[in-house]
């Protein structure tokens, strides 16, 4: 049976992570308050930030950043887009 959790992005009832997605108390206020739909999305836009802004994960602030916008991601709040990212048009 899945768990559901009250979604921090999206202010609902959702379906919750199967596991914290990464260990300490950051991953687990996201596997307690962060929906699965919400942290889908938030390794999507993640990838387009490290692609687009060519972040060295190496380089302790360009974790610090996705760190932080990875924060605002899951909040609502406004949070930085990929430059230069253009949707794919499907109505072809």
């Known amino acids: 049976m899945s768990r559901t959790v009250q979604c921090r992005k999206y202010q609902q009832s959702l379906e919750g992570l199967a596991t914290p997605p990464f260990p300490g108390p950051a991953g687990e206020d996201i596997f307690n308050n962060v929906s699965a739909k919400a942290w889908q999305e938030w390794t999507t836009h993640q990838t ?22 990875r924060d605002k991601f899951l909040s609502g709040d406004d949070y930085d887009q990929a430059e230069g990212y253009v949707p794919e048009n499907n109505d072809k």
Do not use: G, S, V, W
């Open 48 to 69: 387009r930030l490290i692609n687009e802004k060519h972040l060295n994960m190496m380089d302790k602030e360009a974790r610090k950043y996705l760190a932080e916008q």
